[in-house]
């Protein structure tokens, strides 16, 4: 939820560590999960579709944002990323002890330009 009401309470007052950064971007990464939430609770809360485009369309740019401070976050933390392919190789191996396939799929939702129609 939005915290407006000390206009100074993102301010950072000097440049930061590349530690202190990469908790500032979990921080930021916290926001655009946030986001994700909210306006996909609004999308589904709604049956106007223009509503629900705009909605969805708004959604699913936090994602990638969310996308966009991840891979900055493994170009600052090569450490972090060893970690972060760690889960995502334990994840396929579950996957594929199910025999399913994880290759990922092209996305198959609204996309910006899908406004324009
Ligand atoms: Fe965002």
């Known amino acids: 939820m939005p915290s407006f009401a000390n206009p100074f309470a993102g301010n950072v007052d000097r440049k930061m560590s590349n530690a202190e950064l990469m908790q500032a971007l979990r921080l930021d990464i916290a926001g655009e999960l946030e986001a994700i939430y909210l306006y996909e609770s609004h999308y589904l809360a709604t049956d106007d579709p223009a509503a629900k485009k705009v909605l969805a369309d708004i959604r699913d740019e936090e994602k ?54």
């Open 64 to 117: 990638a944002h969310m996308g966009e401070l991840i891979t900055l976050m493994r170009y600052l933390d090569p450490k972090e990323t060893e970690l972060f392919l760690d889960g995502e190789g334990e994840v396929n191996e579950m996957l594929e002890d199910l025999r399913i396939d994880a290759t990922p799929k092209p996305a198959s939702g609204p996309t910006v330009g899908d406004l324009s129609e």
